[in-house]
């Protein structure tokens, strides 16, 4: 990472602090993906997820990147919401890196007094003293992620001294770039199977996955997770004899 690079991550740096106000605008946005209706004059339907997809589209377009669209998934997934897309091609016979992140939140696990949140909404972005540290629902889990990919590929592209809407200027770049983000990991993502299939196109070249969505050893320590399991689930039924 260059000069200029380190220059741009500072914590007051104007690119930081712009990235941070989009994180300001998600934490207010209500996408729980399930367990809503959870105190007097709550919502009692999960969102659809539009509200938060539509202002991730308009921060990865400012980022730069010029294809960025959101997909529908299959009709007959009743509960489905959609993925959101977004790609910068540099050429096919280059490397493609998929970077990871979801938009949808667990619930707020309070009542409308919000004492667990310190009497603060959970919708409200706030910091502690040192700002090393923000709270608000989703923050962490997975906004932070999300803000990860929009910032380290801004910061990528400005210390390349690359524009990714003049195509003349892609070749410096080393790889092709892709997001995903999703709206359903914390309701078990149960359609992003089915969404993926529906783009068998943008994910066939994916050479290497980053996911945004996994633990730190501590507070300003960054992990780095090199491989995942999957799980299985099993609904098994006994009869004594």
Request: proline share 6%.
């Amino acid at each position: 990472m260059n000069n200029q690079a380190w220059q741009n991550i500072r914590p007051d740096a104007e690119l930081v602090l712009r990235h941070m106000e989009y994180m300001r605008r998600m934490v207010r946005i209500d996408s729980r993906s399930f367990n809503v209706n959870e105190y007097e004059g709550d919502r009692k339907t999960p969102s659809d997820m539009q509200e938060i997809l539509q202002l991730a589209e308009e921060y990865l377009k400012n980022v730069g990147f010029p294809c960025v669209r959101i997909n529908q998934p299959p009709r007959e997934l009743n509960r489905a919401t959609p993925i959101l897309l977004a790609e910068i091609a540099v050429d096919k016979v280059k490397p493609t890196v998929l970077l990871y992140a979801h938009l949808d939140k667990q619930p707020y696990m309070d009542d409308g007094k919000f004492a667990k949140w310190d009497g603060t909404p959970p919708w409200e972005l706030r910091w502690n003293a040192d700002k090393t540290r923000a709270y608000g629902r989703g923050a962490a889990d997975d906004l932070s992620g999300v803000i990860a990919i929009g910032m380290a590929v801004e910061t990528f592209l400005v210390s390349q001294g690359v524009d990714p809407r003049n195509p003349a200027q892609l070749n410096k770049l080393p790889c092709n770039i892709k997001v995903i983000y999703e709206t359903e990991e914390e309701a078990g993502s149960f359609s992003l199977i089915d969404q993926i299939r529906q783009n068998r196109d943008f994910f066939s070249s994916v050479n290497c996955v980053i996911i945004t969505d996994v633990v730190n050893p501590a507070q300003g320590i960054p992990g780095l997770t090199v491989s995942l399991r999957g799980m299985i689930q099993v609904d098994a039924t006994m009869t004594a004899k």
